[in-house]
């Protein structure tokens, strides 16, 4: 039985859809957290100077993404077989596009270009992946719920936790996308996700 | 029998790593080439619109690095096991981390301006990256010319591949970085591997 510990900043971020694995999973891990002003202290104890990081029986993993998968192969929530892993690390390589175009606005510092910016995403650009989302549920959902081959894997608890931000900033956003609000209330009422939900940490980010 | 078919442009790109997995396993596909003008009428035909895609015994994947990943772990390029494969997933994304930020670079259309921001990329971006890649392979390698378990796995083939392009900006970039010399070198030296880059069509891109 391996031992986990996962670092991390004191909020959701990152190391959320990992964080939603291990309480998918039922596993044990230890939460490492570091608030903002002991960070600087352990930098240089993380292979690439950032987090999160996992290690595993003392050895250190750096990369979100590559952290998740690796907890979702553990604990079956990767795919159930080479061909569905890749249409659920295509899933998840589709959303987190649409992170990557977000993130920059949501890190912007002045108040009124962050308000244009953040209209101009909602207006131009999230319709498209919001499109594309769909369009790889309905090639890979096999007509159920979740995006590949009707179980739940770690494309729908990320697809979740990104949700909730886009909801943030837009609780509209999924009016017009019934499939993609339907996934997150069947990832929200899985027992060990509602039970994990209720009692995770309530912060910032 | 399965059947493979690779979709991209009329050049390495994107596809490439893919390519370079296939011809360092020995293993069969069709490689379509679009040529820029071809491609309006073939956009529709992918699931996101983009490519490269995949299509596995009739069924369509995009996204390169999961495509990519796909094809290691059918042809035993991936890891050993789930820790090296999350390893390797580790080392990719850290060569994506700087890929990511020099596209925009290459893309700049402003020559002046392309100019100077590769000086700032050379100088300030890039160290930090090159350090990264040694620290995971230090980490990983077991000693050994591979990034990861003392053999070759799709993220030398991805690196082989990323560094072309950096020598091409800096054909010095390496000189302060023999490790990543000496891995490139490695890869270039397996048989398939030496074989495909003799053979493999010359294009712009």
């Known amino acids: 039985m391996p031992s986990y510990k996962l670092y991390y900043f004191n909020g959701r971020g990152r190391a959320e859809v990992a964080r939603l694995i291990f309480a998918a999973a039922g596993e044990k891990y230890e939460d490492v957290r570091y608030e903002r002003d ?3 202290a352990h930098k240089a104890e993380m292979p690439l100077g950032q987090m999160p990081v996992l290690e595993v029986d003392g050895v ?3 990369q979100s993404l590559s952290i998740a998968r690796f907890l979702a192969k553990q604990f079956h929530l990767a795919g159930k077989d080479n061909f569905e892993q890749a249409q659920v690390d295509a899933v998840v390589d589709t959303i987190y596009d649409c992170l990557t175009k977000y993130v920059p606005i949501r890190f912007e510092t002045d108040e009124a270009k962050k308000e244009e910016l953040t209209k101009k995403f909602l207006a ?3 319709p498209k992946h919001l499109q594309n989302f769909e369009t790889l549920g309905k090639l890979y959902g096999k007509g159920g719920h979740f995006f590949v081959g009707k179980q739940l894997t770690w494309a729908d608890l ?3 936790d990104v949700g909730a931000i886009i909801l943030q900033v837009d609780s ?7 499939w993609l609000k339907q996934n997150r209330a069947e ?3 899985q027992p060990k996700i509602a039970e994990y939900l209720k009692n995770r940490p309530q912060t910032q980010f």
């Not at 509209?172 to 019934?178: K, Q």
């Open 38 to 40: 002991q960070w600087p």
């Open 60 to 62: 250190k993993l750096p």
């Open 124 to 126: 131009e650009e999230l």
């Open 158 to 160: 990320l697809f979740f």
């Open 172 to 178: 509209n956003a999924f009016n017009n996308h019934a």
């Open 187 to 189: 990832v929200e009422k």
